[in-house]
C-alpha cells in the first residue's frame, strides 16, 4: 500500500544545516514533494523532484532521492529561525486527480 | 502567493449543529481537493473535484459533503457535527494535468464541543 514515514521532530542551532528525512512505499510514484507549513498557516509548496531524478538543488534547499532505498531528503542549508515549521514530504502518482499521499510532517525547530 | 481561501479560520460548533466550510479560488483550477489533518498526523484527501458539478470520495471515508457548482467554489458540508469531526479541513486546487503543483488555504480548524 502507500506509506509516508517521516520522523516527527527535529531540532537545530541556527546556521546549522538540517537534514528532513521521509520514507515511503510505493516506488510507481511520479513526484516526490516537501511542503512547509507555518502556524496557523496552510502548506506551501517548497520543492519537488521527479522520481528519475536523484538530486536537486534550489538555492538553500538540496533534495536528495534515493529510489533503490525509497528514501528522500530534504536539506536546509544555514538554517534560520524563519525555517521554524512542520515540513511534510508527499508523493504524488499519475492519472486522474493529482493524488497526493502525505507523511505525518517534521517540525523543525531552530535555536539559537 | 496562492488565492485561495477558506472561511472561516476557526469555528468552534455544539454538536448535532449543521456546518458548511467554505473554499474559494481565483486561479481558475478546474481541480479542487479538501484533506483532513488531525495535529502531529498526515493529511488524508476526503474529497476533490475534477471540475464543475464533479465531485469524487478521497482516499478516508468522511461524514461530509461537498458540491461544486461553480469553478472557483467548493464548499464543504456537514450536516450534523459530531466531536468526531473536530480537526483541521484544508482546501486545495490545481490545475488540470497530471502532477500540477496543489496550492493550499490556509485551513478551517473546527471543534466540535
Known amino acids: 500500500g502507500e506509506d509516508v514515514e517521516q520522523s516527527l521532530f527535529l531540532s537545530v542551532r541556527e546556521g546549522d544545516s538540517s537534514v528532513i528525512n521521509c520514507t515511503y512505499t510505493?516506488?510507481?510514484?511520479?513526484?516526490l514533494y516537501w511542503y512547509k507549513q507555518e502556524p496557523g498557516a496552510g502548506l506551501q509548496l517548497l520543492t519537488y523532484i521527479f522520481s528519475n531524478m536523484d538530486m536537486k538543488q534550489d538555492q538553500r534547499l538540496t533534495v536528495l532521492l534515493n529510489k533503490k532505498d525509497k528514501h528522500l531528503s530534504l536539506r536546509i542549508a544555514d538554517t534560520q529561525t524563519g525555517d521554524s515549521a512542520i515540513y511534510f514530504c508527499a508523493e504524488s502518482f499519475s492519472g486522474g486527480y493529482n493524488k497526493l499521499i502525505f507523511g505525518a510532517g517534521t517540525r523543525l525547530a531552530v535555536h539559537p | 502567493e496562492a488565492d485561495i481561501y477558506q472561511t472561516p479560520r476557526y469555528l468552534v460548533i455544539g454538536t448535532g449543529k449543521k456546518i458548511t466550510l467554505e473554499c474559494s479560488q481565483t486561479?481558475?483550477?478546474?481541480?479542487m481537493y479538501w484533506y483532513q489533518q488531525d495535529p502531529g498526523m498526515e493529511l488524508h484527501l476526503i474529497h476533490y473535484?475534477?471540475?464543475?458539478?464533479?465531485?469524487e470520495k478521497g482516499d478516508l471515508s468522511s461524514e461530509s459533503t461537498v458540491s461544486r457548482i461553480r469553478t472557483e467554489h467548493f464548499p464543504l458540508t456537514l450536516e450534523s457535527a459530531r466531536p468526531s469531526h473536530t480537526s483541521q479541513y484544508l482546501c486545495?486546487?490545481?490545475?488540470?494535468?497530471?502532477?500540477?503543483?496543489?496550492?493550499f488555504g490556509q485551513g478551517t480548524r473546527l471543534t466540535v464541543v
Open positions: 486545495a486546487s490545481s490545475e488540470s494535468g497530471e502532477d500540477t503543483e496543489a496550492f
Open positions: 473535484s475534477y471540475g464543475v458539478n464533479s465531485t
Open positions: 486561479m481558475g483550477h478546474d481541480k
Open positions: 510505493d516506488s510507481s510514484s511520479t513526484y
